[in-house]
């Protein structure tokens, strides 16, 4: 009953909604943005992006924007807990307080910001995440991600995912085939 775990960071909070539909077989925790504050906001631009200089200026004043607005909000929400305003900021510990600081202030944003996230599956799961996530119809960020998981699964475990091919695909992107989905 072979178990891989992955811890993996730089990865953006849309990756993970997808990623953690994958139940039978896996374990996740994920870093959660009640518990970090704005000088810990980081945020992954999608890879279409990267090389076009307006997309590129579209997300980075998007990401500028929603990281000063988050700081605005927070910092208000602060004031008025210290002034001891409003019932739904209320707590006992100060370590609540900020918390609820975060949560209510943590809609501001987008599905861009950088999480950290472990997850532990067995053989049977991985081999599904693969054959979903590192499919040519994948979304560009996950089917990268599960290359990078790919490549360590295939080191360690060559026998169980030895039979998966890279792909190379039109847009200059890999995929994974296999002769043998859902063993």
Not at 38 to 55: I, Q
Not at 96 to 117: G, H, I, M, Y
Not at 146 to 172: H, K, S
């Amino acid at each position: 009953h072979p178990n891989f775990s992955f811890l993996t960071y730089g990865i953006s909070r849309s990756l993970t909604h997808e990623l953690v539909r994958h139940r039978a077989g896996c374990a996740y925790s994920q870093l959660s943005q009640r518990y970090v504050g704005g000088k810990m906001l980081r945020f992954v631009e999608r890879p279409e992006y990267v090389a076009d200089s307006f997309l590129h200026e579209l997300f980075m004043n998007r990401i500028d924007r929603a990281a000063q607005e988050y700081e605005g909000v927070t910092g208000h929400l602060a004031e008025i807990q210290a002034r001891g305003g409003r019932s739904i900021l209320s707590a006992e510990a100060k370590t609540d307080l900020r918390k609820k600081v975060r949560q209510a202030a943590r809609s501001l944003l987008p599905n861009e910001t950088e999480t950290f996230v472990v997850m532990t599956g067995n053989v049977r799961a991985w081999r599904h995440v693969l054959e979903m996530r590192a499919s040519e119809h994948a979304e560009t960020e996950i089917r990268a991600w599960a290359m990078r998981v790919f490549r360590c699964l295939v080191e360690e475990a060559p026998l169980l995912f030895g039979d998966y091919t890279i792909v190379n695909l039109p847009d200059g992107t890999r995929a994974l085939s296999t002769p043998y989905p859902k063993v």
